[in-house]
């Protein structure tokens, strides 16, 4: 690996690294998703896994959405 100015990190580390990729397609469904729940996420995700639970729950069903402008010509 290319060296990236002072390291903090030792040939251990390295090594945990490669055991851990090399792992990645073993991965089960539900060991992926855990995963996926510790990535760090924008606004827009937020919202939309907010809306996906609210959706999955029942609420808001009821709820008129909101329309985005038509142009007509």
Do not use: C, Y
């Not at 090399?22 to 907010?50: A, D, H, I, S, V």
């Not at 999955?56 to 069903?61: F, N, R, S, V």
């Amino acid at each position: 690996m290319p060296a990236w100015g002072g390291s903090d990190h030792d040939a251990e580390d390295s090594w945990k690294l490669v055991h851990f990729i090399r792992r990645l397609p073993e991965l089960t469904f539900e060991e992926r998703r855990e995963m996926e729940k510790l990535n760090p996420k924008g606004p827009e995700e937020r919202k939309e896994e907010e809306d996906e639970e609210k959706f999955l729950k029942g609420e808001g069903i009821n709820e008129p959405q909101s329309q985005p402008h038509q142009h007509h010509h």
